[in-house]
């Protein structure tokens, strides 16, 4: 048969399928997002909606590990580490109870996990049915709820704090992966890890960020109940300790393990960061030092409830693509909570798209004002009786904010677990109907960009292959 044209003109392109996921203790959860809506706190119509689920792996029923952390790369998902409960013990109640159950002796070395799963994001049919499987190579010990960063194309993984395991963790409690001969290879032990082998001294990792090539890291000293800030160079390959006060870390506040957040990709010097409740973003001059940081409090992204009415749990920052960001920050209710019940537990997300306004450049340093005072990340909406020319300067909003969503949702679909989020990324899905229709377009008129690294280039080759040989 022969090869016809089939593309028609006008034809609207196929839309993929946004999808957020979000990697918890126990599940891996996508959320379509063009379910997304926009519901106000403050709305006399104010409900808290079901979490819109595209797909939802429960972890321990499947027999995973509890408590594996991830990584996106080349379109695949990896989750490493983690815990498993012993045969009978019930896994819901890990969060909860820790400690208590006790682990698998069977699986890993002391019921811990060094095994690495992968799931290929770009496989029609791997998406839908989150087909989780074992990776060929294995970390050289078990790391429980580990902390997991690629840096200039290794992947990093650090032992986390474990929810039961004794306090000998396996060695290496750090270790790194060569994507590129896939070997893994132990790096220096950190002092918070070595002092676990002491009974006189035990470290919990708290939080951890990545500056450029450092990664630094908030240790709690259990005998002291003191914080110990650490960092690792991965090109000189040693931990020095930092100190004991955040102020210490030669870096802008918004990096520092305090903070959790994203550069916006259009942007290379706006940084969008939760620090506890509250949403900011940051203008952090890259080339020139005297120029100084710039912050603005965005009320628009903010979730009201979270600040007033539900003490939040950490939450996360995802890059959408271009200018468009995602806040995701989980809370439960207290016992007294009248509109939202006893002891609830909800997710608050928001979508928004940021633009720079046309002034936002740095106006402070072109009229030549010397400041002497700069901005506190730490209490952005303050206004000093110092220096107040220079401080109005550098706290005038710089950002245009376009709220897309902003709603609360519930989380019967986590189950019991505390919602805790690991890690959240956005993946586009393009389903069966609209590769074949668009391979049918890309026949006639290719695509500008380079589809590849959706997986679209095999899918278009085998349609036509099909096609030629009927």
Not at 295 to 310: F, S
Not at 404 to 429: R, V
Request: net charge negative; proline share 9%.
């Amino acid at each position: 048969m022969k090869k016809t044209e089939m593309a028609v003109k006008g034809k609207p392109k196929p839309k993929p399928k946004p999808l957020l996921w979000v990697a918890t203790h126990q599940r891996l959860i996508a959320i379509d997002m063009s379910k997304l809506k926009i519901n106000h706190y403050e709305s006399p119509k104010f409900e808290v909606l079901p979490l819109p689920l595209f797909n939802m792996l429960n972890l321990e029923e499947k027999d995973f590990p509890f408590g594996m952390s991830c990584f996106v790369r080349d379109s695949k998902l990896y989750m490493v580490g983690g815990e498993k409960p012993k045969p009978g013990a019930s896994p819901l109640l890990l969060p909860r109870q820790p400690r208590k159950p006790g682990h698998d002796k069977l699986f890993g070395d002391r019921g811990l996990s060094p095994y690495v799963y992968v799931l290929d994001l770009t496989g029609l049919d791997s998406t839908t049915d989150l087909d989780l499987r074992k990776h060929h190579t294995s970390m050289l010990a078990a790391k429980p709820i580990p902390i997991v960063e690629e840096i200039e194309g290794k992947i990093y993984v650090l032992s986390g704090t474990p929810w039961q395991a004794e306090c000998l963790l396996p060695v290496p409690t750090f270790e790194v992966y060569d994507p590129s001969i896939e070997q893994w290879k132990p790096l220096p032990e950190p002092p918070f890890h070595e002092q676990r082998w002491s009974r006189s001294q035990i470290y919990k990792v708290i939080y951890h960020s990545v500056v450029g090539t450092t990664i630094y890291v908030l240790a709690l000293n259990d005998c002291d109940d003191s914080d110990y800030y650490y960092s690792y160079n991965v090109n000189e390959g040693n931990w020095k300790l930092v100190g004991k006060s955040v102020d210490k870390l030669p870096i802008p506040h918004p990096f520092t393990p305090l903070c959790v957040g994203k550069f916006v990709p259009a942007y290379n010097d706006i940084f969008i960061y939760i620090q506890f409740d509250r949403v900011c973003a940051a203008m952090i001059p890259s080339n020139d030092k005297s120029c100084p940081t710039r912050y603005q409090h965005l009320d628009e992204v903010d979730g009201d409830l979270l600040n007033r009415d539900v003490p939040s749990i950490r939450g996360v920052v995802v890059d959408l693509g271009e200018h468009e960001m995602c806040i995701m920050q989980p809370g439960i209710t207290d016992s007294e909570h009248d509109k939202l019940g006893p002891c609830c537990s909800i997710l608050y997300i928001t979508t928004f798209k940021v633009e720079k306004l046309l002034h936002s450049s740095s106006s402070a340093q072109a009229r030549g004002l010397k400041l002497l005072k700069t901005a506190d990340a730490s209490d952005v909406s303050q206004t000093s009786s110092h220096h107040d020319n220079d401080v109005q300067d550098i706290r005038a909003p710089f950002l245009s904010i376009t709220l897309m969503s902003k709603g609360f949702y519930d989380l019967d679909a986590w189950g019991p677990e505390a919602p805790h989020i690991c890690s959240a990324f956005f993946h586009q899905l393009y389903t069966l109907m609209g590769l074949l229709m668009d391979s049918v377009s890309l026949y006639v008129a290719p695509y500008p960009q380079d589809c590849s690294h959706l997986g679209m280039t095999c899918c278009v080759f085998t349609f036509f292959m099909s096609i030629d040989e009927m």
